[in-house]
């Protein structure tokens, strides 16, 4: 076990400066395409998502930004939205553009081979730049459902041609001080090939575009079995690794909660960020959740997942650091694992309760939550209207 006293100033700094963006659709109701289950107090539009997700940063102290996705979070004055989060104690965070789920996009957004098609989608995406310059965003997140079922189907080197030539057209758009985040998935909803599928190919068009194109690495979206904390160096040692979208998975890209199917992988991940100096928040990467809850209560979840990473975090941090570099020096293998597996192992939650305690929180973020009567009251509160979806 470690205390808080254990750690060197910078380990305590780096641990009370972490942050992890919260998405605003975590608080909506998920499922599969067989069904979505509904919950008592599920938020019907962003402001009550953004309230949730203030509790979360209310109990947890880490999640201070909620991640919008658009048209899904669209309203009417995103400057009073933007007050209201201020209000509860979070901020804006990344805009995410939605081109998946409008019925011209079938055969592609930016990549679709329709010219009015693309425009629609690029002007969807200043559409998102726009609200950026109102909600303080700093970063257009992009994941496109780009792709074909079918070998033939269309010329995958002239969708690589408009892909690029679109992207250059919204960076383009982009302030000075934005950047634009491109989203790389293997597969779904395109099953034989998707247009950004993996980190060689988001590097490739980041690269293209400038300096302000970074890849947001999703942790679900690779085949098992990919070794993703050596994909995490390879974007640190490029520059370009723009934001985690945290999620874990078993199978697919099941976005359960982070940590929950592979705490050791997460733990891996973070070794290496932790390794290149890269975790603390001017160091570009944002860390991100990107859930959905489908069984399990959504605030406690979210709860849950950033307590998963702040604890892979805080076992990252007290590798130590000499000890492993002396042992990879004299090719002693099990002594360079050994010195990994004691910090994999050791508890810290008892050091990270007495960060809590330090900071004014509770130690016990979940115990609060649930005692606070939150739940009972949003439950007694929002009655009619349309829950919020995936997809709505
Ligand atoms: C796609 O699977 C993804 O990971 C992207 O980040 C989307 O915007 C998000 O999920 C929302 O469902
Ligand atoms: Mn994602």
């Known amino acids: 076990m470690v205390a808080l006293s254990d750690l060197t100033p910078e380990q305590h700094r780096l641990l009370n400066e972490q942050t992890i963006e919260l998405a605003s659709w975590?608080?909506?109701?998920?499922?599969?395409?067989?069904?979505?289950?509904?919950?008592?107090?599920?938020p019907r539009d962003p402001y009550e998502k953004i309230a949730d997700a203030a509790q979360v940063q209310r109990y947890t102290?880490?999640?201070?930004?909620?991640?919008?996705?658009?048209?899904w979070d669209e309203t009417e004055d995103y400057s009073k939205l933007r007050a209201y989060a201020e209000d509860l104690g979070v901020t804006l965070g990344n805009i995410n553009s939605n081109v998946f789920q409008d019925d011209d996009y079938k055969f592609g957004s930016l990549t679709n081979s329709d010219p009015a098609i693309r425009r629609k989608a690029i002007d969807a995406h200043k559409h998102c730049i726009e609200i950026m310059?109102?909600?303080g965003s700093d970063?257009?997140?992009?994941?496109?459902?780009?792709g074909t079922n079918y070998p033939g189907q269309d010329s995958i080197n002239a969708r690589q041609d408009r892909l690029h030539e679109s992207l250059e057209e919204i960076y383009a758009a982009l302030g000075e001080d934005q950047k634009l985040l491109l989203e790389y998935k293997f597969f779904e909803p395109a099953f034989y090939h998707t247009d950004v599928p993996d980190w060689g190919t988001a590097l490739t068009q980041v690269l293209r575009l400038g300096e302000r194109a970074?890849?947001?690495?999703?942790?679900?979206?690779?085949a098992p079995g990919t070794n993703v904390e050596f994909i995490v160096v390879q974007l640190l040692r490029a520059g370009r690794l723009g934001a985690f979208d945290f999620n874990s998975r078993f199978y697919a890209d099941d976005d359960l909660m982070v940590g929950a199917a592979d705490p050791f992988q997460l733990f891996r991940i973070l070794n290496e960020i932790v390794d290149f100096g890269a975790l603390a928040p001017d160091s570009g990467v944002n860390f991100m959740l990107d859930q959905c809850h489908q069984l399990e209560e959504k605030i406690p979840g979210e709860i849950r997942s950033a307590l998963n990473v702040q604890e892979s975090t805080a076992k990252a941090l007290i590798v130590d650091r000499a000890a492993l570099a002396t042992a990879q020096e004299n090719h002693d293998v099990l002594g360079a694992n050994g010195v990994l597996m004691d910090a994999y192992n050791t508890d810290v939650r008892p050091l990270l309760a007495e960060l809590r305690e330090?900071?004014?929180?509770?130690?016990?973020?979940?115990?609060?939550?649930l005692r606070s009567g939150y739940m009972q009251?949003?439950?007694?509160?929002?009655?009619?209207?349309?829950?919020?979806?995936?997809?709505?």
């Open 214 to 222: 970074v890849v947001c690495l999703d942790t679900g979206h690779h």
């Open 26 to 42: 975590a608080f909506g109701n998920a499922g599969t395409r067989f069904k979505v289950f509904s919950t008592p107090g599920t």
């Open 139 to 146: 970063t257009l997140k992009i994941w496109l459902g780009d």
């Open 133 to 135: 310059d109102q909600t």
């Open 61 to 71: 102290g880490i999640t201070p930004r909620v991640s919008l996705h658009i048209p």
């Open 377 to 392: 009251k949003v439950a007694e509160e929002r009655v009619g209207g349309q829950q919020a979806s995936w997809g709505a």
């Open 358 to 369: 330090e900071q004014g929180l509770d130690p016990d973020p979940s115990g609060a939550f």
